[in-house]
């Protein structure tokens, strides 16, 4: 597929996408996130897991890993917990695999606090899974960060578990 194209329909891609951002923003996920499969097709889901232990990656194959690409975070936290650091790795090593590959690491946040601070905590959030990615060997031209602070809940919800889902970097493949 010539260059042309492919910018046509990821522009087409981008703008549908956001369209239905706009008409679905609080509609209930259940913590997931679809994304692009590393490989180049298809799309595959990642997320939460099951019950409030959604975070441990402690038995997953390394597949397993690659897959997750959604990472959680304290409460007005911008580390990362270690727990998610192997399914970064993984998708480090990925990258590094895939020299011309690209992500987009989404940050967000609870909707707890002002809508500015929210942009600057999902952002540092996003940095903070960039930096791990780099620390592995990752090219920066491969990493875009964004934030939407809380302009796009992962659950509808005022309840504990609801915040937990919100407070996440999802990293998603733009180009393999």
């Known amino acids: ?6 910018i ?7 703008s549908l996408v956001a369209l ?3 008409s679905s923003m609080h509609k209930h996920d259940n ?3 679809d994304v692009a499969d590393a490989s180049g097709g298809g799309a595959q889901t990642s997320g939460a897991g099951e019950g409030d232990n959604f975070a441990d990656t402690s038995n ?10 959604t990472y959680y975070f304290e409460y007005d936290k911008s580390e990362v917990r270690d727990a998610e650091k192997a399914a970064i790795f993984a998708n480090a ?6 020299p011309r590959a690209k992500v987009l690491l989404e940050g967000h946040t609870d ?6 601070y929210n942009i600057a905590l999902g952002e540092r959030r996003a940095k903070a899974v960039e930096d791990l990615l780099k620390s592995k060997g990752v090219n920066p031209s491969q990493i875009r ?32």
């Open 1 to 6: 597929m010539k260059l042309k194209e492919s």
């Open 8 to 14: 046509k329909i990821m522009l087409v891609t981008c």
């Open 20 to 22: 239905a951002a706009c």
């Open 31 to 33: 913590g997931s996130a």
């Open 60 to 69: 997953l194959s390394p597949e397993q890993l690659l897959a997750r690409r």
């Open 93 to 98: 090593d990925n990258l590094v695999a895939h």
């Open 111 to 116: 909707p707890r606090g002002s809508r500015e």
């Open 145 to 176: 960060v964004i934030s939407y602070g809380a302009e796009r809940l992962a659950v509808p919800g005022h309840e504990e578990g609801d915040y937990q889902r919100d407070r996440r970097v999802v990293l998603v493949y733009l180009q393999h």
